[in-house]
């Protein structure tokens, strides 16, 4: 197997230049260049397999591309754009010399992105950045660095400190309404279609409980909850140890067991929203599906594979394999994580050993069993690119949203198009990105829901930073899979 992809002289065959594509590409919505848009990136990849060097312009027209894949569910011809821009984003890594300040800024994200346990290390000094107001300083100094901080999500509480976070720079989460006891209205100032063919998930009722084979303990996957939370009234408050809280290796099933799990953590989910893997792990399991967390898992791989940084992304998803070889069946609570977990076939020249699904997808399709307590919400549900694009669901998420009692559903004006996350894409290309996002957060705003809903930590905090420049009252965020803790715990 070649160690770098290249693009397919057939896959640009397919293109027949129809202009389909245009309105849906989002750089192409921006600036109306051709060369912006995949029509236009397809025939300046077709001119390199032709024999045309890999030069500063094609680098600079590749690298405009968000890799939101709008443009495959638009194609009347089917092409796959996901594999020509994937294979010629490789192809320059390999061949082209990028100018030494961004040889250096992606050198830094991706010797911290695709580690959790130095994302870790990180949540200490974004407390005290944040708590010293050094952003107006790092703007002027470093203003890609000071992008990179802003775009972290508050730490809730420092790792192992008991330190609880008490500002409230961002829109509140959903896990910031779990502090406060409710979740009413909020009035503070293609690629891998959905595999719903795919055989029925098996039980694995004679499955050995003891977990301990799977991998060595660690302490990645925690729970942060300030303990001086308010206490809701005619309730007594249960002893929590201050700091985060592991999820357990194994988490039988609430009743009969319809499925047997493991869990992808994720890097930013992981260190950043540790809630949103805790709310999965208690919704599976009272929708009886027992839940494997193996210890020892790191980074999918998606950041690098979606980069074109083929190497790497392979080492990572050999990693993944190795972790998960004791389950038949991976879910995945992060859009972008689910869909490189998808491509593994591709970047492992062989299928893995297990089933890949999203959390959203595997509940659909088992159909609920738990009850759902009513929500009095207004919610806005925003596409992730890589749920609806990617892996082409986009009515499971809906779906789930719609069985809980009191819970209004506002679809998003233009949904098809980015917020401008994109994985790292905001940090590499943050003028474009910051464009998106503010359309999306004035789309959003324009529903009046109280809550926005989506499926990838990368939304979440790309859309808080456009209503922190928008000012006025933002909605509250959310995972959808913490919009269901929340129905089913009551």
């Known amino acids: 197997m070649s160690e770098t ?86 192809q320059v890594e390999e061949e082209h010399r990028r100018p030494l ?63 609880p976070s008490r500002g409230n720079a961002q829109p509140e989460s959903l896990g910031t309404a779990r502090q406060a006891g409710s979740l009413g209205p909020h009035h503070d100032a293609g690629p891998r279609r959905a595999q719903h063919d795919a055989p029925h998930i098996p039980a694995h009722d004679d499955a050995p409980h003891d977990s301990a084979h799977v991998s060595a303990q660690h302490d990645t996957d925690r729970v942060s909850e300030p303990a001086d939370a308010p206490q809701r009234p005619g309730t007594a408050r249960p002893h929590r140890p201050r700091g985060r809280t592991a999820i357990p290796e194994r988490t039988p099933a609430t009743g009969t067991t319809r499925a047997r799990v493991g869990m992808l953590t994720g890097c930013v989910q992981r260190e950043f929203f540790p809630e949103v893997n805790a709310a999965t792990v208690r919704v599976l399991a009272a929708e009886g599906v027992e839940v494997i967390v193996p210890k020892r898992q790191g980074c999918c791989g998606a950041l690098s594979w979606h980069s074109g ?40 020249g ?44 986009r009515t499971a998420p809906r779906a789930l949203l719609r069985q809980i009692p009191g819970l209004t559903l506002h679809e998003i004006p233009d949904a098809g198009m980015c917020c401008g996350s994109a994985g790292v894409y905001n940090v590499l290309n943050p003028a474009p990105a910051a464009d998106l996002g503010d359309r999306k957060a004035d789309a959003i705003a324009a529903t009046g829901a109280d809550l926005l809903v989506t499926a990838n930590p990368g939304c979440l905090l790309q859309i808080a930073d456009a209503f922190r420049r928008r000012g006025g009252t933002p909605p509250r965020l959310a995972h959808t899979i913490e919009v269901l803790d929340r129905a089913i715990s009551g």
């Not at 992606?106 to 407390?127: D, K, V």
């Not at 990693?319 to 994580?337: E, I, L, M, P």
């Open 101 to 163: 300040r961004e040889r250096l800024l992606r050198s830094l994200i991706f010797a911290i992105f695709p580690h959790p346990a130095r994302l870790r290390l990180m949540r200490g000094p974004l407390y005290l950045y944040r708590r010293l107001a050094l952003d107006r300083l790092m703007r002027r100094i470093a203003p890609r660095l000071a992008l990179l901080a802003r775009l972290a999500p508050e730490p809730r509480s420092l790792p192992d400190s008991g330190i």
């Open 5 to 90: 992809r290249r693009p397919d002289p057939k896959v640009v065959g397919d293109c027949v230049h129809c202009g389909f594509c245009l309105p849906a590409c989002p750089t192409y919505s921006l600036w109306g260049e051709e060369m912006d848009s995949p029509r236009g990136r397809i025939h300046l990849i077709d001119q390199v397999i032709n024999g045309a060097p890999v030069d500063d312009v094609l680098t600079g027209h590749l690298d405009a591309c968000l890799g939101c894949l709008a443009c495959v569910p638009a194609c009347p011809s089917g092409v796959r754009y996901d594999l020509l821009i994937g294979a010629a984003r490789a």
């Open 350 to 393: 062989e299928a893995p050993p297990f089933r890949v699904v999203d959390v959203a997808e595997l509940l659909h399709e088992l159909g609920p069993v738990a009850e759902r307590h009513p929500l009095p919400l207004s919610v806005a549900y925003h596409d992730a690119c890589h749920l609806a694009n990617a892996q082409g669901i």
């Open 309 to 348: 940084r083929d190497r790497e992304a392979r080492g990572f998803a050999q990693d993944v394999v190795t972790a998960f070889r004791d389950v038949d069946v991976v879910v995945a609570n992060a859009a972008g994580c689910g869909s490189a977990l998808k491509e593994y076939a591709e970047i492992l």
